[in-house]
Nanobody, 124 residues
Framework: QVQLQESGPGLVKPSQTLSLTCTVS??????????WSWIRQPPGQGLEWMGA???????YYSPSLKSRTSISRDTSKNQFTLQLSSVTPEGTAVYYC????????????????RGQGTQATLSS
């Protein structure tokens, strides 16, 4: 089973860009049929799927975040990255990266393997 670890700044100012990296171990991000997603959980709220990159490099985004979200990957480092632009305080949340196989999950709580999460506070 793959392991995932998020990394990135804990504090970002409004209007700036949040950049987070997920490092995957125990398997390759190019393994067939995998979907590598970013999800987040604001305080007191449920999980929100933000977007994903597939093992072949295709990307999918939540319609509500599509204009501000970019997900990319670095196969040489076995990493994938989230960039969320023009952040607001409402984006304060714990951000998780996940890896699931065979099906792109965009809601619910089962996204496959998940990192421990990283707190991102979007405040001046």
């Amino acid at each position: 089973q793959v392991q995932l670890q998020e990394s990135g700044p804990g504090l970002v100012k409004p209007s700036q860009t949040l950049s987070l990296t997920c490092t995957v171990s125990g398997g390759s991000i190019t393994t067939d049929y995998y979907y590598w997603s970013w999800i987040r959980q604001p305080p007191g709220q449920g999980l929100e799927w933000m977007g994903a990159v597939t093992s072949s490099g295709s990307t999918y985004y939540s319609p509500s975040l599509k204009s501000r979200t970019s997900i990319s990957r670095d196969t040489s480092k076995n990493q994938f990255t989230l960039q969320l632009s023009s952040v607001t305080p409402e984006g304060t949340a714990v951000y998780y990266c996940t890896g699931g196989r065979n099906q792109l999950r965009t809601k619910g709580t089962d996204y496959g393997s998940r990192g421990q999460g990283t707190q991102a506070t979007l405040s001046s």
